[in-house]
């Protein structure tokens, strides 16, 4: 009797369980449904609908004329690093060491390199969660163990963290917590006073705080949002990531910023080297005039949030079946529909009979009671187009 040979392994069977192991991402998913399809609007990730502003194009091409299309310094362009000095003094009031800025591939690589240089296998991050998937699968890659922490609602609906609960999740094997403020995709936003108390509690167990600070300039109600900047010192364990893709309609040009702690340059510098040695140098020229020239730019694209904020919190709040809360900042909102508790079903409904593109909660965790996340960074014109869709949709659920 012949005993059957067992299949031959692949090369995917020989991959570490992180990498084999890393969910698929729900938010792409969807929108690779309908891409390309013109007649959707297209609510689902994170990207405004104006392109990016003329005076930030004409950098990068004058930069490419003038010759700018070489190697440089790993950290980034001198220049780059003065004008984002600059940047935070002029927002924050804050002064911060142009040697303790590095230039990054976005802020996905932002956090990437800020993990790379605290994390171990096996260290925890603790994190207020709903939360942007990508940070729980950074930690994933580098075998870590991700530890959400749930945010809560008040009696008005808005979400809000309880630093005891932070506190209660830290363990021996605890290395990092991580912030995003204005969060995607709750919109919630930690004061300046919880801020600081995190602080002293990162201080007193020894604990690195990262904080996701891309949102910043996206509140409704107050001027801007508070940083960690504002209330540590350069000593002090804390990396800030951030990114050009939202305040200067830059998401595909692909550059952000890490804040460090003074003294770590050569680290990040290394880390650059060996990640991607610099981002393109006619696009760090084309950074310094989005940073020198675009704060009414900004100003432009938070009014047209504002408004279009309005336009969907008050639309979806009218109907019977939804439940919505205006968020504080950032350029998200979430609702969820009574009856529905599968997010990527209903986001696939909507998609397919409706016409809007909406990325589901699950993505972030945030699945049992059917919520849905829409970016209103559009014109209160296809703002308003999408409401009326949803509209005729959600009613006749």
Same mark, same amino acid.
């Given at each position: 009797?012949?005993?059957?040979?067992?299949?031959?392994?692949?090369?995917?069977?020989?991959?570490?369980?992180?990498?084999?192991?890393?969910?698929?991402?729900?938010?792409?998913?969807?929108?690779?449904?309908?891409?390309?399809?013109?007649?959707?609007?297209?609510?689902?990730?994170?990207?405004?609908?104006?392109?990016?502003?003329?005076?930030?194009?004409?950098?990068?091409?004058?930069?490419?004329?003038?010759?700018?299309?070489?190697?440089?310094?790993?950290?980034?362009?001198?220049?780059?690093?003065?004008?984002?000095?600059?940047?935070?003094?002029?927002?924050?009031?804050?002064?911060?060491?142009?040697?303790?800025?590095?230039? /990054?591939? *976005?802020?996905?690589?932002?956090?990437?390199?800020?993990?790379?240089?605290?994390?171990?296998? *096996?260290?925890?991050?603790?994190?207020?969660?709903?939360?942007?998937?990508?940070?729980?699968?950074?930690?994933?890659?580098?075998?870590?163990?991700?530890?959400?922490?749930?945010?809560?609602?008040?009696?008005?609906?808005?979400?809000?963290?309880?630093?005891?609960?932070?506190?209660?999740?830290?363990?021996?094997?605890?290395?990092?917590?991580?912030?995003?403020?204005?969060?995607?995709?709750?919109?919630?936003?930690?004061?300046?006073?919880?801020?600081?108390?995190?602080?002293?509690?990162?201080?007193?167990?020894?604990?690195?705080?990262?904080?996701?600070?891309?949102?910043?300039?996206?509140?409704?109600?107050?001027?801007?949002?508070?940083?960690?900047?504002?209330?540590?010192?350069?000593?002090?364990?804390?990396?800030?990531?951030?990114?050009?893709?939202?305040?200067?309609?830059?998401?595909?040009?692909?550059?952000?910023?890490?804040?460090?702690?003074?003294?770590?340059?050569?680290?990040?510098?290394?880390?650059?080297?060996?990640?991607?040695?610099?981002?393109?140098?006619?696009?760090?020229?084309?950074?310094?005039?989005?940073?020198?020239?675009?704060?009414?730019?900004?100003?432009?694209?938070?009014?047209?949030?504002?408004?279009?904020?309005?336009?969907?919190?008050?639309?979806?709040?009218?109907?019977?079946?939804?439940?919505?809360?205006?968020?504080? *900042?950032?350029?998200?909102?979430?609702?969820?529909?009574?009856?529905? /508790?599968?997010?990527?079903?209903?986001?696939?409904?909507?998609?397919?009979?409706?016409?809007?593109?909406?990325?589901?909660?699950?993505?972030?965790?945030?699945?049992?009671?059917?919520?849905?996340?829409?970016?209103?960074?559009?014109?209160?014109?296809?703002?308003?187009?999408?409401?009326?869709?949803?509209?005729?949709?959600?009613?006749?659920?």
């Amino acid at each position: 009797m012949s005993t059957a040979l067992a299949p031959a392994p692949t090369p995917l069977d020989d991959l570490p369980e992180r990498i084999r192991g890393l969910a698929i991402n729900q938010i792409a998913e969807i929108a690779d449904l309908a891409r390309e399809d013109p007649a959707v609007i297209k609510l689902w990730i994170g990207e405004g609908d104006l392109p990016t502003p003329p005076f930030v194009v004409e950098a990068a091409a004058e930069a490419m004329r003038a010759g700018h299309t070489r190697y440089t310094y790993a950290l980034g362009l001198p220049r780059l690093r003065e004008a984002l000095a600059a940047y935070h003094r002029r927002h924050w009031g804050v002064e911060v060491a142009e040697s303790r800025f590095t230039i /990054t591939t *976005g802020g996905m690589n932002a956090i990437m390199q800020g993990l790379q240089a605290i994390l171990s296998p *096996g260290d925890e991050v603790i994190y207020p969660a709903p939360h942007w998937p990508n940070l729980a699968a950074t930690v994933q890659v580098l075998g870590g163990t991700a530890v959400p922490v749930p945010l809560h609602r008040d009696e008005s609906g808005a979400f809000r963290l309880e630093l005891a609960d932070i506190e209660a999740a830290i363990t021996p094997r605890t290395r990092v917590i991580a912030i995003n403020s204005p969060s995607n995709p709750t919109g919630w936003v930690m004061q300046k006073g919880q801020m600081a108390a995190l602080r002293d509690l990162a201080r007193a167990r020894g604990l690195w705080l990262l904080s996701d600070e891309v949102y910043n300039h996206f509140t409704y109600g107050n001027a801007i949002a508070p940083s960690f900047l504002e209330v540590c010192d350069a000593s002090d364990r804390l990396l800030i990531s951030n990114t050009f893709s939202k305040n200067w309609a830059m998401t595909g040009w692909r550059a952000g910023w890490l804040i460090f702690p003074e003294g770590m340059a050569p680290v990040f510098d290394n880390l650059s080297q060996y990640n991607t040695t610099s981002i393109p140098t006619f696009i760090q020229h084309a950074c310094i005039a989005a940073l020198e020239q675009g704060d009414g730019f900004i100003q432009t694209m938070v009014a047209r949030c504002r408004e279009s904020r309005r336009i969907f919190s008050e639309g979806l709040a009218a109907i019977p079946k939804v439940r919505v809360q205006a968020p504080e *900042g950032s350029f998200y909102l979430m609702f969820s529909v009574e009856g529905e /508790t599968d997010s990527r079903a209903l986001a696939v409904r909507i998609l397919r009979q409706a016409k809007v593109g909406l990325a589901p909660g699950a993505a972030f965790g945030a699945d049992p009671d059917g919520k849905l996340r829409l970016c209103f960074a559009v014109s209160p014109e296809l703002a308003r187009d999408a409401m009326a869709r949803l509209d005729g949709y959600l009613r006749n659920l």
